[in-house]
T-cell receptor, first 110, second 122 residues
Framework: QSVLTQPPSASGTPGQRVTISCSGS????????VNWYQQLPGTAPKLLIY???QRPSGVPDRFSGSKSGTSASLAISGLQSEDEADYYC???????????FGGGTKLTVL | EVQLVESGGGLVQPGRSLRLSCAAS????????MHWVRQAPGKGLEWVAS??????????ADSVRGRFTISRDNAKNSLYLQMNSLRAEDTALYYC?????FGSGSYVFEYWGQGTLVTVSS
């Protein structure tokens, strides 16, 4: 059972907009920033969004992040087949449990 | 180009030890905090440990605290994870990751290696 809760799966058709939620609590998401990682099949994770809504260089602006209270969301617009991957949210928990990840959401492009 | 290459994984019996290494290149290693993250087969990501640029602060996940120790050698551009008293539940692909921000770190995992597989089984 992950500290941060994500839906196990999501799907969309090419060109659509999809959102993936990440639910936490006052001790993790509400008081800290949220990061998102994309893991394509068989590869290492890649940083997609940091500090709630910042994109690293090279990440298309089709990807956006937001945070409100104890929840965060990742939105992908203009969905493409190459976006099919697992997506993970992450945030600092506290000094006892450290960094925490969501359980991951498997995105399928239909 | 940032490169992180993990090594040292393998098959080990429960209760034994293993030391993972991560060779870093393409950036000024001693400017950045570094991290270990693991992924059990078919499962999600789990943060394992982090170390600041000068080894002044080290943090370990509750699940490995007291058994695993993160360390670094800035002269060798290398990160390590000493794993003792290994358990079956430690079986995972272990990734080395570079922090995004200069200095003490932000726990944003900017670059990742390809991982080294640790299998704990008798």
């Amino acid at each position: 059972q992950s500290v941060l809760t994500q839906p196990p799966s999501a799907s969309g058709t090419p060109g659509q907009r999809v959102t993936i939620s990440c639910s936490g609590s006052t001790s993790n998401i509400e008081g800290n920033t949220v990061n998102w990682y994309q893991q394509l099949p068989g590869t290492a994770p890649k940083l997609l969004i940091y500090s709630n809504n910042q994109r690293p260089s090279g990440v298309p602006d089709r990807f956006s992040g937001s945070k409100s209270g104890t929840s965060a969301s990742l939105a992908i617009s203009g969905l493409q087949s190459e976006d099919e991957a697992d997506y993970y949210c992450a945030a600092w928990g506290d000094s006892l449990i450290g960094m925490v990840f969501g359980g991951g959401t498997k995105l399928t492009v239909l | 180009e940032v490169q992180l290459v993990e090594s040292g994984g393998g098959l080990v019996q429960p209760g034994r030890s293993l030391r993972l290494s991560c060779a870093a290149s393409g950036f000024t290693f001693d400017d950045y905090a570094m991290h270990w993250v693991r992924q059990a087969p078919g499962k999600g990501l789990e943060w394992v440990a982090s170390i600041t640029w000068n080894s002044g602060n080290r943090e370990h996940a509750d699940s490995v605290r007291g058994r695993f120790t993160i360390s670094r050698d800035n002269a060798k551009n290398s990160l390590y994870l000493q794993m003792n008293s290994l358990r079956a539940e430690d079986t995972a692909l272990y990734y080395c990751a570079k922090d995004l921000r200069f200095g003490s770190g932000s726990y944003v995992f900017e670059y990742w290696g390809q991982g080294t597989l640790v299998t704990v089984s008798s």
